[in-house]
């Protein structure tokens, strides 16, 4: 029917702060949460959480996958983890300097980090591989980074993804290779002709739209290998990973030990916190960087770390974490059998991705998401989801449910 004049057009809510939001925020929102990248039906904008629950601005509640895309570890609004920041926050959170639970955070971190003789706090992911490369850096007195093709590692010049606003010079001295690929490290290494200062890996393969990739053993010992050979650091982003996979580094789950490894997302459940770790002789070169942020001593969450460290323990939150995961992809991969549709999962269970065969455009992949959310779960098509510790068995198969209706929205796409 063609609109009158008169016709009012009822906005709902999210569709409203969307259309503020356009007028004073470029693009709506900056960013990988922008709404717009996500398949049809995804809100922009949430009201609510608690546990692994999430309640949009229109009112709408999900099971909640993506956990933040990765910070909800214990799960939303965790009791424990708030108490300690409200303790915090009720005696000072932004001072002249620290507060003592800086000290005893930073004591946790080096106890609990297998590699870890020192670290340093900031506040996101960024700040810690950024300082990883700086501290790599001063220490060897070289220049090149070797980095694999595809992997994120933040969103400076350096390393983002998007070239817009990016020099040549901003990554001059960064050598690319292919993640599990021995030989094009090798490559690498000789292009970098003994300028090499730090090898940049993550935890395991997780580049956008992709299978996941655990690392090969045998690729991450070669690394370690090459690194003593060269006089290298070898760095871990576990920004990602780090605390979901093992509590000691991700790369304990391989034997390999880094001499750096860069922290954030889950370290404190929310809250914003980053951290670098460091083997002992990169601790001189580290005191000499001047890394700081006005924020960065903030007391807060740094209580909030500790009591979110502490419960990960207590419960284990990896092996949590592993077998609702697992739970949850054994039910995914019974329900696409069910419903004749071919999907591809990957990654650990505590971090998985569910892709379609055949589905280049993201066509089914979206179409599923489309289904799932508006039969009340929130999944992603195309990054790696994250599990936290609050899903309990009733909330995978709430969110199984609602993956039915996905696969019968793309058996039906055909
Ligand atoms: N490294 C990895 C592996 C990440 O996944 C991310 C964030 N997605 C970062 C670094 C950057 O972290 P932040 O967004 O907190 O700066």
Redesign the pocket.
């Known amino acids: 029917m063609p609109e009158s004049p008169n016709t009012v057009i009822h906005l709902d809510p999210d569709a409203m702060l969307r259309g503020r939001a356009r007028r004073v925020i470029p693009g709506g929102l900056w960013g990988h949460l922008n709404a717009a990248r996500l398949p049809e039906g995804y809100p922009q904008y949430y009201a609510r959480a608690e546990g692994c629950r999430l309640w949009d601005v229109n009112g709408r509640e999900v099971v909640d996958f993506m956990s933040s895309?990765?910070p909800i570890v214990l799960g939303h609004h965790h009791p424990a983890v708030e108490q300690a920041a409200r303790r915090q926050a009720d005696l000072g959170d932004c001072m002249n300097g620290p507060a003592p639970v800086l000290v005893e955070l930073a004591e946790r971190l080096v106890g609990l980090i297998a590699h870890a003789d020192w670290c340093l706090l900031a506040k996101?992911?960024?700040?810690a591989?950024t300082a990883c490369v700086t501290i790599a850096r001063a220490a060897t007195g070289r220049r090149k980074v070797l980095v694999a093709r595809g992997s994120?590692?933040?969103?400076v010049p350096w390393c983002s993804p998007s070239l817009a606003g990016v020099t040549a010079e901003d990554r001059a001295h960064l050598v690319s290779y292919d993640y599990n690929d021995i030989a094009s490290v090798e490559a690498a290494v000789a292009e970098a002709k003994g300028d090499m200062a730090a090898i940049l890996v993550?935890a395991f393969r997780h580049d956008m739209a992709l299978p996941l990739e655990l690392p090969d053993p045998a690729f991450a010992q070669a690394l370690r290998t090459i690194c003593d050979q060269q006089g290298a650091a070898l760095v871990v982003?576990d920004?990602?990973a780090g605390f979901r996979l093992h509590m000691a580094g991700s790369w304990e789950t391989v034997g390999v030990r880094p001499d750096l490894s860069?922290w954030?997302?889950a370290i404190a459940n929310g809250h914003p916190l980053?951290a670098v770790t460091g083997a002992e002789w990169l601790r001189q070169a580290a005191t000499q960087v001047f890394t700081t942020g006005s924020f960065w001593c903030g007391a807060v969450p740094m209580a909030a770390a500790l009591a979110t460290l502490g419960e990960l323990e207590r419960i284990d939150g990896p092996a949590t974490m592993a077998a609702m995961g697992q739970r949850l992809r054994d039910g995914l991969d019974a329900l696409a059998a069910r419903h004749g549709v071919p999907i591809r999962q990957s990654g650990p269970p505590q971090m998985p991705l569910v892709l379609f065969e055949g589905d280049a455009g993201f066509r089914l992949g979206d179409a599923f998401c489309s289904a799932a959310l508006a039969a009340g779960a929130y999944f992603h098509p195309r990054h790696n989801m994250f599990l936290n510790c609050a899903h309990t068995e009733a909330d995978i198969d709430r969110g199984l449910q609602a993956a039915d209706a996905g696969f019968a929205a793309v058996a039906r796409l055909g």
């Open positions: 895309w990765g996101n992911g960024t700040d591989t994120y590692h933040g969103a993550t982003d920004v990602r860069a954030s997302k980053a």
